[in-house]
């Protein structure tokens, strides 16, 4: 029977919570039924689908089937493996699309979901065994206990697992049509992404979710940008992850570096000054890596870097980092530091400019001889920097002048002088 039909939360005998509500024995006899109806020719596939995710409907039932129904369908099509050719074809895209959902599912942990955890390693050890597949799992330290039915492994282990899967699939030489069947699973787990965020909303698990989930879609937006940019999924995706971020479990993560740099890398391979959507999405970005206070507030530079590994993997052009770096630099860093004097009454404004200055210092620190943005940053910071107006003549009120709040002006003298610090053949040219 499917799981708690018609039951209530009092009257069911079995525990949902993280299982399927159904029975080992009644799973492996549903599971022989179907495969033997498959082999015998009686059911085609479509007939089979259909039972497996019933009530539901193949097309929405992972935008719409709850914890319970997840599993059982998890665990049926783990079991039928072997008795259709379907979840094998191809270049695996339908196996690794069940892979990346199981792994990610976010009722993935605790006693009561040991089935989900076996058939998500029946599902990891098929993908290991896959023609194609096979290049996503190499044995790396990253995706060490994948294949083990491991209930106490946490969200956060099991998203690192599916970034490192999908990193692989979409850089391999070994086997490039595996890039086709990451496209496939990072859709995949977009669309299933709301379902899976309301249903741990108001849970324990509610942070880590959200610090996991940004993580895997920073992975697929920054390694299939190419791919993804030519449809209506790329921008909307970058704007999640950001939303994800500023959680506050994210904002606590140790991950969070390492997500906000693959966020920029993904807006740079993107990135087109004149399109109004994406400069909003920029925006949204530094406000979060910049603006917000954080440790995290020189990420941006390591993700800009033009030595950076990263960028040589993915296949960013230098011309591309260059041009976004150029634009956040000139444009909004510049506009940042020009309006502190008009908002003194604004703390969000006060606190970006803080921000900004942490992050200018900061990029000073590792520029090298490229300073020139400074150069054009100047006139901003000497107008910002600018003090009260002293009073003229005895009694006299000083004139109406708009200035920087104290701490705001001391936090970019404090940046002016890292700078000469680090650059003293500057004060010669300014």
């Not at 525990?15 to 495969?35: L, P, Y």
């Not at 990451?182 to 379902?195: C, S």
């Not at 800009?304 to 993997?313: G, I, S």
Request: charged share 20%; with cysteine; glycine share 6%.
């Amino acid at each position: 029977d499917y799981p708690a039909r018609g039951a209530t939360e009092a009257s069911t005998m079995v525990s949902t919570a993280g299982g399927s509500g159904v029975g080992r024995a009644v799973i492996e006899t549903s599971a022989r039924s179907i495969a033997l109806l498959l082999r015998a020719g009686v059911w085609g596939w479509g007939k089979a689908e259909a039972a497996i995710v019933a009530p539901h409907t193949p097309a929405t039932f992972w935008r719409g089937a709850g914890a319970p129904y997840r599993a059982l369908a998890l665990r049926l099509y783990a079991r039928l493996l072997d008795a259709t050719p379907v979840l094998y074809a191809g270049v695996g895209a339908p196996l690794l699309k069940l892979w990346t959902l199981a792994t990610m599912d976010p009722s993935g942990g605790g006693a009561a979901a040991r089935g989900l955890a076996r058939a998500r390693a029946r599902l990891t050890r098929a993908a290991k065994r896959h023609a194609v597949l096979f290049a996503a799992f190499p044995s790396s330290e990253a995706l060490r206990g994948c294949e083990r039915s491991d209930v106490t492994t946490t969200i956060m282990v099991r998203a690192g697992w599916v970034c490192e899967a999908l990193r692989h699939a979409a850089t391999t030489s070994a086997a490039p049509q595996a890039r086709v069947a990451a496209i496939a699973a990072a859709n995949a787990f977009w669309d299933a992404l709301p379902a899976l965020e309301a249903e741990a909303r108001g849970t324990s698990a509610e942070g880590s979710f959200a610090a996991a989930s940004a993580m895997v879609l920073s992975t697929c937006a920054s390694h299939l940008a190419e791919a993804l940019k030519t449809t209506p999924t790329m921008v909307p995706m970058v704007r999640k992850i950001v939303q994800l971020s500023s959680t506050r479990g994210a904002r606590g993560c140790e991950t969070r570096a390492s997500t906000l740099t693959r966020l920029f890398l993904a807006i740079a391979a993107v990135f087109d000054a004149r399109d109004a959507i994406m400069l909003t999405t920029l925006v949204a970005a530094l406000h979060e890596a910049v603006e917000r206070p954080s440790d995290d507030v020189d990420v941006i530079w390591r993700a800009l870097d033009k030595r950076d590994a990263l960028q040589a993997e993915l296949g960013i052009s230098s011309e591309k980092i260059a041009a976004l770096k150029e634009y956040i630099l000139i444009q909004c860093a510049k506009r940042s530091i020009e309006r502190v004097r008009y908002s003194a009454a604004s703390a969000s404004a006060m606190q970006s400019a803080k921000g900004w200055c942490h992050a200018l210092a900061s990029l000073a620190k590792t520029a090298g001889d490229d300073i020139e943005w400074f150069t054009t940053l100047m006139p901003a910071f000497l107008d910002a920097m600018q003090p009260p107006a002293v009073p003229v003549g005895k009694g006299a009120a000083p004139p109406p002048i708009s200035i920087a709040p104290g701490g705001t002006r001391a936090a970019m003298f404090a940046t002016l002088a890292d700078v000469v610090k680090h650059h003293p053949n500057l004060i010669a040219n300014v």
